[in-house]
């Protein structure tokens, strides 16, 4: 058996921020950061109200909105009852207590939700229908469709049905946490008056939730929902009774972990043990067909203990998650142009990766750079005889993951390797746990980071004899250890094999699993030791320089902005005159263009094919050379204090160059995904001039990849025809 760690102890203090600047009126200074992230996603489902979007990809940016509101409700509207039912009074960073940002979501919520839905029937619906993809509703059905859905439902759902009676004698069943119910109210016809029974059916997760009827080669494509199918045909599993009315309905529940670390004593089997209580969490929403019956809503509030502002009556279908087996058709003209990320990098040729990485330092580019060389990194590391050590974290990886088959595959080799797993990564601690086991059993040391700080980093040590000394290789990236959500979320991968890099890297590893109470790091920005601090020092120096008529610029590219501290040192940076540009594509709680606090500040989203993910930080510093650095940690207080992170600095000239004429820039000029924050909270489209032409950042990228694979295969071969003769 591996030898496994618990959690390390945290440092016993996180370095103080600098002093905070004189901290404008919070009603103008600061957005609401769940009012704010709200915003984000209506930008996402901007994406599906487009018709600039292939169909079926427009259908894949609905059912993101809904994933993305499922999980707000079940971390973050939970998080604001809880507040209210516990009478915390702290306000939020724009003064709002509690109570009033929940009545703020709800009216906003309602409104997507409406938006939402009304694209689905309005737009979408139509636009599959000139396609022959058809959605049909049970009154839509024609004979031989009927026929069909019927004998599907026998066949199929009837048997893993359980109908589930609400009377005296049957108490109210445990309704799991976002899983799809049917309630059906009955009238026994032999009776005067009408009794209004009440059944539910709760519906398996196995069930296709979108039932391709009569499934053929040719003709239209016709859909229906297995809500549809089982209200319609409810009535047989009711024999004698008269159906009143069925009604799907979709309870969310708070889904939050609550673990004390320090009276954890397993901490694997205490999350486990919380994992199987997130089903029976407090309910925090209730989305139900519109038209329910009175009875059967009452019913379901008042079991559910939950109030009307958290319940959305909803024109069908419940759940557009759904909706992503229909973005998964085989229709390729109706989705994005096919894309497959280049080998174009150092590292293509996949039998040289220490030599390339010793040669010069490597920037990666994901999803427009493949991600195989991250893999082939670790799996070479597992083969190579001259290799002594690995050590890797882990926050999220796919279900096979090839990166733990090759930290697997090392161990059994007679390496000696460390995996940092997190298993509070939040909706991935069940996978994380199957890993855990897996990388124990095969003899890795197996750690959990430190008590109260989830290990998001993106970090892998190779320790390698070479000659008579070690020497360290690196691979340091701001997104996950993750092939399939690499092809989707733009990253950055960065390998070096730098010492004062490496030896930083290593420093960190030997904190995170060994004891280190204020382990000090000379290159990299690490949370939560010195990120935080310097982060505000770095922007302090920029406000110095502005001052003295120096050169003073940050661009700064991150997902979320959200720590008060930082906000008000940007403050009062474009107070003293530094041109401060942002790429924030998520939650942003500063106020930009606010005259006498913000007026230097331009903040730009962008949304679009893919995720953008990269954090990047630039600072021009005066008459030195501009610092920059990327990595794991955007500017929320939980980077800052509550996860262990690491920006790392870009120090080589060709990938600097990369970084301040393309990466930046090309973001910065994007006018067709990008979106741009005013002061009033509105995500406005760029301006554009009228014979501007329409520019995405992300095609261009793509665009830039192919032309790159072109370049690198032309090298190729050039290089091998003087050989051949």
Known sequence: MAKKSSRRKSPSAAPSAPTAPAQPEARTAYFNREL??????????EQAQSDRHPLLERVRFLAIVSSNLDEFFEIRVAGLIQQVDSGVTESSIDGLAAREQLR????????????????????????????????RSSSDLTPAELAWVNTYFREQIYPV????????????PQLGN??????????????????????????????????????????PQRFIFLSDIIKLCAGELFGGYKILGAFSFRVTRNSDLYIDEEEAENLLKKIEEELRNLR???????????????HIFETLCDHLELSQEYVFRLNGPIN???????ADLDRPDLKYPPFTPVQASPLREAAHVFDSIRHSDVLLHHPYDS???VVEFVEQAARDPQVFAIKQTLYRTSGDSPIVRALIEGARNGKQVTALVELKARFDEAANIQWARQLEEAGVHVVYGLVGHKTHCKLCLVVRLEGRRMKHYAHLGTGNYNPRTARLYPDLSYFTCRAKITSDVANLFNSLTGFGLNPKFRHLLVAPFNLHKRINELIAQEAANASAGKPARIVAKMNSLVDKTTIDSLYAASQAGVKIQLIVRGICCLVPGVKGISENIRVRSLVGRFLEHARVYYFENGDDEALIYAGSADWMSRNFFRRVETLFPIED?????????????????????????HANGAYLPPPRKPDEPAFSAQAYFIASAYQRDAAAKRTADAEVRPAAR
Do not use: M
């Not at 407090?282 to 009175?294: Q, S, W, Y």
């Open 320 to 326: 557009l998650l759904r909706l992503s087996a229909l």
């Open 653 to 677: 000239a060709k990938l600097r160059r990369w970084i301040t004429r393309e990466l930046l820039p090309i973001e910065r000029k994007d006018n067709e995904n990008a979106r741009i924050l």
């Open 36 to 45: 704010s992230w709200l915003a984000f996603n209506r930008r996402v489902l």
């Open 280 to 294: 029976r969490g407090a309910a925090v929403r209730l989305e139900i067909d519109e038209g329910v019956h009175d």
């Open 371 to 373: 991600f195989a060389p």
């Open 178 to 219: 976002k899983t799809l119910n049917v309630a059906v109210s009955l009238d026994d016809p032999n009776t005067p008056e009408e009794e209004k029974l009440v059944a539910i059916l709760p519906v398996p997760r196995i069930l296709p939730r979108l039932v391709a009827i009569a499934p053929s080669r040719t003709g």
């Open 104 to 135: 703020r979501i709800h009216s906003l919520v309602a409104s997507l939700v409406e938006d939402q839905y009304r694209c689905w029937h309005d737009q979408i619906v139509p636009a599959l229908a000139e396609e022959n993809i058809l959605i």
């Open 161 to 172: 049905l359980t109908p589930l009676a609400l009377d005296q004698s049957h108490p109210f």
